[in-house]
């Protein structure tokens, strides 16, 4: 597998890490192969790792980077038995290396709710928290890899692209509207930004990763 991102062209490593991120990239494969994708959206590989993911915003890293042990367990996980079986060892191998404390649930928390409160500041949002903002931007990106703002436009789009892909004709005007997007231009800026292609283009789209997929 080859992931494209900036016109620049990266193998992907056995067990990877595809970071959370705001412009697009293109994945070129060969033949058949088998991929086992975990998401988890949209913050969720800090409690796993329990290390910074601030230097891989947009990046492809080796999972191997953060723990051998990790990337072991999910190569094994998915080396022998049916399909069905290496789920249960995906499942398995993820709760062996869960690592949740009430900080970590804390600060997700704040996370989800400056995510949902859109029409507010990250000034604001902190200073209604009690919180230091410098504090909470540090912890946003040591979680998610980016910053608050940018999270908060990466989380959008993911609500908006999701509609576009099963409601392909939906009217983008709605969208800009029900997303309170300044307009409709600016709407497909950072539209593009993220897709790659304007949100019409998206929508025309007949060969989706949904349509094409299989999920166990």
């Given at each position: 597998?080859?992931?494209?991102?900036?016109?620049?062209?990266?193998?992907?490593?056995?067990?990877?890490?595809?970071?959370?991120?705001?412009?697009?990239?293109?994945?070129?494969?060969?033949?058949?192969?088998?991929?086992?994708?975990?998401?988890?959206?949209?913050?969720?590989?800090y409690?796993?790792?329990?290390?910074?993911?601030?230097?891989?915003?947009?990046?492809?890293?080796?999972?191997?980077?953060?723990?051998?042990?990790?990337?072991?367990?999910?190569?094994?996980?998915?080396?022998?038995?049916?399909?069905?079986?290496?789920?249960?060892?995906?499942?398995?191998?993820?709760?062996?290396?869960?690592k949740?404390?009430?900080?970590?649930?804390?600060?997700?928390?704040?996370?989800?709710?400056?995510?949902?409160?859109?029409?507010?500041?990250?000034?604001?949002?902190?200073?209604?928290?009690?919180?230091?903002?410098?504090?909470?931007?540090?912890?946003v990106?040591?979680?998610?890899?980016?910053?608050?703002?940018?999270?908060?436009?990466i989380?959008?789009?993911?609500?908006v692209?999701?509609?576009?892909?099963?409601?392909?004709?939906?009217?983008?005007?709605?969208?800009?509207?029900?997303?309170?997007?300044?307009?409709?231009?600016?709407?497909?800026?950072?539209?593009?930004?993220?897709?790659?292609?304007?949100?019409?283009k998206?929508?025309?789209?007949?060969?989706?990763?949904?349509?094409?997929?299989i999920?166990?």
């Open positions: 597998m080859t992931y494209e991102i900036d016109a620049k062209k990266v193998e992907a490593p056995k067990t990877h890490i595809n970071a959370i991120r705001n412009q697009h990239s293109f994945l070129y494969h060969t033949g058949k192969i088998d991929v086992w994708g975990i998401s988890l959206y949209a913050f969720g590989l409690p796993f790792l329990n290390k910074s993911l601030k230097e891989i915003n947009n990046k492809i890293i080796d999972l191997n980077f953060f723990s051998t042990q990790f990337a072991y367990k999910l190569n094994l996980a998915t080396s022998f038995g049916s399909n069905q079986l290496k789920v249960e060892n995906i499942i398995k191998s993820l709760i062996s290396e869960l949740v404390n009430r900080n970590i649930l804390k600060r997700t928390e704040i996370i989800n709710d400056f995510i949902n409160t859109e029409n507010i500041t990250v000034s604001n949002f902190c200073m209604n928290y009690g919180i230091c903002q410098k504090t909470f931007e540090r912890y990106v040591n979680i998610t890899g980016c910053t608050p703002i940018k999270l908060r436009k989380i959008k789009f993911k609500k692209s999701s509609y576009l892909l099963i409601n392909k004709h939906a009217k983008i005007s709605d969208l800009v509207y029900d997303n309170n997007y300044t307009d409709q231009s600016y709407f497909s800026k950072e539209f593009k930004k993220i897709s790659g292609m304007s949100p019409k998206f929508s025309e789209e007949k060969i989706t990763v949904l349509e094409n997929s999920f166990v």
